[in-house]
């Protein structure tokens, strides 16, 4: 019998997240992210009309999508989908050009370029999944506001909050099929 892939998701819970940035400096930290750029960051959307107005305050990064437009925009492959998942996009830099088109093709904007001229962007921390660990971003909430797992796994706390709560996800009509959720 054929193992199934991990099909890999994070769940912001807007409700909690109170926009103080740790999830953001966990990841400079873990990631050693160049000073200037940043593989996540924190958004405040302000919506409605006085008196009735809504914030969510939320962090945001790359959406690792099923239907990821930087994958199928990059010329050399630098751009891929890691093979023991569904959904975890990964760049190998030695292969990447630096031509930027897995930028263009971004619409969450969620790449950059480093100094040593490769795309680089939030990897959910591939390098501590392989070690068992939780994304740095999720392991330093201090409102536990960002949970990780496998969609996959119908167990998982990912897939549970999903099936609990509202939630929406990014632009959904670009059609990337993201793995980043917000409950509402």
Known sequence: MKKMKKKYAMVIDTKVCVGCGACVVAC???NEVPEGLHRDWIVEEITGSYPHLFMEVRSERCNHCSDAPCV???????SHYRE???NLVLVTPGKCTGCKACMAACPYDARFTVPEGYASKCTFCEHRLDQGLDPACMSVCPAHAIFFGDLNNPESTVSLLLKKRQYRVLMPEVGTE??????T
């Open 178 to 183: 993201p793995n980043v959720y917000y409950l």
């Open 72 to 78: 199928s925009a990059c010329p050399t492959g630098a």
């Open 28 to 30: 400079k930290t873990e």
């Open 84 to 86: 023991d998942t569904e």
